[in-house]
């Protein structure tokens, strides 16, 4: 039997099918069953069923990839298929509508049990319905041997009413799953394919006279606080009573009909305040929750869109559904920490990328407070590599498609506050059939703005959203004489007319993004930018193994042939839940309450900016600290959207002590909300005092200590104190991160971003690249020449290198001058290095810096940035002060090894060991960055720069415990987010330069 005919036909689905309503839990229904669990199961290596393979089982919902066989050590086989992952380009040959002869296909099997009361129940006027929520990416539905549907679009709801085909007693229920049909043409979403039924199944029964459809929407009045409930439902009685709170409302069905609700509060996400309404009739019953908002958007003179009668900022996130060891499969205990992480970083919007997600998801949503991006399942970005040639968004033939997915979306999820906009898809192109999508919305839902970041034009869309908008642009729309290209001024004229977002920025692939802080300036700067949401939440790393050893697979991990590597491994939170360094920093630029401030003697001036929306800025304590000490509470109680200037008197408070202004949430928004607690830190700011950097180290005498201070090996330092010590050398190259790698979008080193709006140098070569062209990652010493005198209790070493590559005319001359002995009556060493690169250098470095293998510390703790790491433009999140950690805990590791673990305006370093302690102090000099207070970064590693870039996973390191490595740097290159974004801006870009080092090394 073959099933070829349905996978490559070009249709929504059909079949004997509910219409597409609004989603209502299964349990509600009458004679409910789950369908979850096991299954008969075969897996076909293509569309012919072959009825000799034996029967196997599977426990659904899942992809089949999942519920392979297993080692003795729990660890996956992969003998039911391996994920593919693909960015744009399709896994097959590019030929609609046609798929692969191979083509795996699930065949699953099961029985279950009918009453005679479900057949009174149909006798008299009811239906029995199977549900599914989400099978990829076509199923073929049979009971009882008799077609009953045939699904297609993998994440969309689908009822098929079987009353006229079940029988009392067993039933069976089959259904055939392809991994291939012909919408996987248009459901090309940038992650990794995978077949299966992956959301519930559900088995009811739906009575006569119940109620069939419910759309609620809560509207609310800014201009006078009146909440009102329009309601429509659907049933066959005349009539139905609606209960909110202590009142009773008799209304008719089958039509609109409107209640004003008293004392209500509105809906907004820092105060999602939801209502139960309950809807009666003679046999139904159901609860709703409903919260009241209202947007509204403007075009012309002031685009802007507003909620609740004030502007809407977006500080938002895209979120996929992925887990390591599930897929899209729905996972309660994840999607609650992830919700819950997000809201403790300050994070207020969600973009459903690029589908619309489990039901589940919008419920929390509404619960916890999130403004949500609803996107409908499509995407057909692959037909990009033919210039959009047989794009189905332009062909009548996939129209009924496109509208199927619409509608689909927009009546399952209607009910939810949370959602403010509907999103008609992903890069699929602009075509007729995407216009008639938004047609089909707009009648359905009035109510919300609609989005499709590629309507550029805003033919069809309410909002202007561009994705990975680089800042010049943004200034360019949103200011009146911004300078625009000559041959686009009518364009950009009519784009000035809309409100504008970032429906993605900031790819956060690897280490990075850069620059998050000025994106955000951009919301409090301009009426018409919005915000957006940043590329993206989570790695969609797979959980696999390598000769027992774990690790998280990316694209070409599984034998793909055709695939985007590490592409997918794209978010602040890791595969395995762990928060990356971007989150953190994400979290201090999204403060809902932004504090300016600074110190005079006796007093402070803090300007506060309340971005809170509904709440005022007292919901949040500000104490005042001095080190350990609390000064006092800075009160404040500003209006949301609102900002005021304090004036806050204290004898302790001078402009030469570091100040602390930490605020804590000290009271919850909504009794009840799970994720809120008092008392937990929502934001840090610090005021410091200005470094005066010297242009040289200070001198002293200097006079012999009592016992030695160092060690040589030949010419070369081998102990430094208690310290051994070895591979003492220049450190210019790092391990580059994914956007160091990055070539896709244009370069800023080599075109600036001031003229070209942005785009820097187009097809340009990777930093990396570039850096190994210089052939910094090859440098060596070709000259060198050294003076000693003293001894080791009291000396002096100099030591002038010539470092160069056989790649580059150019030399980096590296002078270290090492002078030990008892400094200010104590023992130690100074190393003042001075790294000076000759003429012909250009474009950027990736550092400058002197590396040291030392032993392993016990632990490590410092005087400056911390506690987290920090680069020049990823360093929101940072303060100054003492801290201490483990030396595994001061790397962060990334799908790929890359760079990580900087902590910039190192005041002092001890290393600590079992029998004794390391101190570095470090001086401060003019040849050092600004941004690090002129102070050197640390890094402490377990393996090296060149170790790191060698490797293409963390297990591919191999591990050592006999030596470790510390990096002091004069400076280093920004991160930007030019994996898929724009290149490190030039104020953040690191370029060759004299630079000296100074660090005193002491016992402790």
Excluded at 474 to 501: E, T
Excluded at 943 to 964: I, K, N, Q, S, V
């Amino acid at each position: 039997m073959s099933t070829q005919q349905h996978i490559q036909e070009i249709s929504a689905s059909t079949g004997i099918l509910v219409p597409p309503r609004t989603w209502r839990p299964a349990t509600d229904y009458l004679h409910h069953l789950s369908l979850n669990g096991e299954w008969q199961f075969r897996l076909h290596p293509s569309a012919q069923i072959d009825e000799s393979l034996p029967w196997e089982t599977i426990t659904l919902p899942c992809h089949w990839v999942f519920s392979s066989e297993r080692d003795a050590q729990r660890h996956l086989l992969w003998t039911r298929g391996k994920p593919i992952y693909t960015n744009m380009q399709f896994p097959f040959a590019l030929n609609p509508p046609h798929v692969p002869q191979n083509n795996p296909t699930g065949e699953h099997r099961r029985t279950f049990e009918v009453s005679a009361q479900v057949l009174q129940e149909i006798a008299s006027g009811g239906r029995a319905i199977i549900r599914f929520l989400g099978a990829e990416s076509i199923a073929q539905v049979r009971v009882n041997g008799v077609p009953v549907a045939i699904l297609r679009g993998s994440r969309l709801m689908h009822e098929v009413d079987i009353s006229s085909v079940i029988r009392e007693g067993t039933n069976t229920i089959s259904v055939i799953v392809s991994q291939w049909s012909a919408m996987s043409y248009v459901e090309d979403q940038d992650q990794w394919w995978l077949a299966g039924i992956f959301r519930d199944v559900d088995f009811y029964v739906e009575r006569a006279r119940s109620f069939r459809d419910v759309r609620v929407h809560g509207d609310y009045d800014p201009h006078t606080g009146a909440c009102t409930l329009h309601i429509r439902v659907d049933c066959d009685d005349d009539g139905y009573t609606c209960r909110i709170g202590e009142r009773e409302y008799v209304l008719r069905s089958g039509r609109w009909e409107s209640v004003v609700v008293e004392s209500a509060l509105p809906w907004s996400p820092d105060a999602p305040h939801l209502y139960p309404i309950t809807l009666t009739n003679a046999v139904d019953e159901r609860t709703i929750r409903v919260g009241f908002r209202r947007v509204e958007v403007f075009h012309g003179d002031r685009p802007r869109i507003l909620l609740n009668g004030k502007k809407l900022e977006l500080r938002g996130v895209n979120r996929h559904e992925t887990h390591p060891d599930k897929g899209r499969t729905f996972d309660p205990d994840q999607l609650r920490r992830d919700l819950t992480m997000m809201k403790r970083h300050n994070i207020n919007a969600i973009r459903t990328a690029h589908y619309s997600h489990d039901p589940r998801f919008y419920d929390l949503a509404d619960e916890f407070g999130f403004w949500v991006v609803c996107e409908v399942d499509l995407e057909s970005h692959g037909f990009v590599f033919g210039d959009w040639v047989g794009n189905p968004t332009d062909s009548p033939q996939w129209r009924a498609v496109y509208e199927d997915r619409a509608l689909r979306t927009v009546s399952r999820d209607y009910n939810h506050p949370s959602i403010i906009i509907w999103s008609l898809g992903n890069e699929s192109g602009y075509g007729e059939n995407l216009a008639r999508s938004a047609a089909l919305i707009r009648r359905e839902d009035p109510s919300r703005p609609i989005h499709y970041e590629g309507d550029y034009d805003g033919r069809i869309t309410d909002i202007h959203s561009r994705m990975y908008l680089p800042l010049e642009q943004i200034h360019a729309i949103c200011s009146a004489d911004g300078d625009v290209p000559i041959s686009d001024v009518a364009v950009w004229g009519h784009v000035r007319q809309f409100p504008l977002i970032n429906c993605e920025y900031a790819h956060a692939m690897g280490n990075g993004p850069g620059a998050l802080i000025d994106y955000d300036e951009c919301i409090d700067t301009y009426e018409q930018y919005h915000g957006g949401f940043v590329w993206e939440w989570r790695d969609h790393g797979l959980r696999t193994w390598d000769n027992g050893q774990e690790y998280f697979g990316y694209g070409g991990d599984f034998g793909e042939r055709t695939h985007d590597s590490n592409f997918v491994m794209d978010g602040l939170v890791r595969s395995d839940d762990v928060p990356s360094p971007a989150l953190a920093e994400l979290k201090a630029v999204y403060a809902p309450v932004k504090l300016v401030a600074r110190a005079e003697v006796g007093r402070l001036i803090v300007e506060v900016r309340n971005r809170f929306h509904a709440q005022r800025s007292s919901i949040l304590t500000t104490r005042v600290y001095v080190g350990d000490t609390c000064l006092g509470v800075l009160e404040h109680d500003v209006a949301p959207g609102e900002r005021e200037t304090i004036v806050w008197e204290n004898a302790s408070v001078s402009p030469d002590v570091v100040i602390d202004l930490v605020s804590c949430r000290n009271e919850v928004a909504v009794p009840g909300n799970s994720w809120e607690e008092e008392g937990w830190e929502v934001s840090r700011v610090q005021i410091r005092p200005q470094v005066r950097p010297l242009s040289y180290p200070t001198d002293g005498s200097v006079t012999p200590a009592s016992q030695p201070l160092v060690s040589f090996d030949g010419d070369r330092l081998s102990r430094i104190l208690d310290l051994p010590v070895s591979d003492i050398r220049p450190s210019l190259w790092r391990a580059p991160t994914d956007n160091d790698e990055s070539r896709g979008f244009g370069s800023f080193s080599l075109a600036s971003p001031g003229n070209t709006w942005g785009a820097g140098l187009e097809g340009a070569p990777s930093s990396a690249d570039v850096w190994r062209a210089s052939g910094l990652d090859k440098m060596v010493c070709h000259e060198w020449q050294t003076d000693f005198s003293g001894d080791e209790y009291c000396g002096c070493f100099v030591r002038e290198e010539v470092w160069a590559s056989d790649q580059s005319p150019s030399r980096v001359n590296v002078a270290w001058h090492w002078e030990w002995g008892v400094f200010d009556d104590e023992p130690g060493v100074r190393l003042s290095v001075d790294v000076m690169p000759s003429a012909g250098w250009k474009g950027t470095w990736p550092r400058t810096g002197i590396h040291l293998a030392i032993p392993r510390p016990q632990h490590v703790s410092w005087l400056g940035y911390g506690p987290g790491e920090a680069y020049v433009d990823s360093r929101q999140a940072v303060t100054l002060g003492h801290f201490d950690a483990d030396p595994q805990d001061l790397e962060f590791e990334y799908a790929v090894p890359q760079e990580n673990g900087t902590r910039i305006g190192m005041r002092e370093l001890t290393l600590n060991y079992d029998s004794y302690t390391v101190s570095l102090n470090a001086h401060p000099h003019i040849s050092l960055p600004e941004y690090s207070d002129y102070y050197p970064s640390f890094s402490v590693h377990k393996y090296d720069e060149f170790e790191l870039t060698a490797a293409r996973h963390p297990y591919e390191l191999a591990t050592t415990e006999e030596f470790w490595h510390l990096y002091i740097d004069g400076g280093q290159h920004g991160l930007g987010s030019r994996t898929c974004g724009p290149d490190v801006y030039p104020r953040s870009a690191w370029t060759p330069r004299a630079v000296t080092i100074t660090v005193d090394m002491k016992r402790g």
